[in-house]
């Protein structure tokens, strides 16, 4: 069974910083794909960051551009997001998600994705 869990959310001050992963099980990220999103209250998912299987390519949406990384250990088989700087304007629930499965999904940086995982919240405040 493949799944998708994120960890690491919280609340934490304007300036300081998290480090989201995203535990795979059931598939190898030798083959897949994995992005990270997020969805504000009151607004669509929008991508944040994704990583290719393929070469390692790594893309960022500009609001996030030198304060996100994105990372992956194929030996734990999961993905991270290091998140500096935060800002009120991060807060929201982050999602990763896989090109696994086809069917319906969210075409980002030239990927489909289209398995999630439940979310994690991430709350920037004072």
């Known amino acids: 069974q493949v799944q998708l869990v994120e960890s690491g959310g919280g609340l934490v001050q304007p300036g300081g910083s998290l480090r989201l992963s995203c535990a795979v099980s059931g598939l190898s990220l030798d083959y897949y794909d994995i992005g990270w999103f997020r969805q504000a209250p009151g607004k669509e998912r929008e991508g944040v960051s994704s990583i290719t299987t393929s070469d390692g390519n790594t893309v960022y949406a500009d609001s996030v551009k030198g304060r996100f990384t994105i990372s992956r250990d194929y030996v734990k088989n999961t993905v991270s997001l290091q998140m500096n700087s935060l800002k009120p304007e991060d807060t929201a629930v982050y999602y990763c998600?896989?090109?696994w499965g086809g069917g319906p999904g969210r075409l980002w940086a030239g990927v489909l994705f289209t398995y999630w995982g439940q979310g994690t919240q991430v709350t920037v405040s004072s």
């Open positions: 998600a896989t090109n």
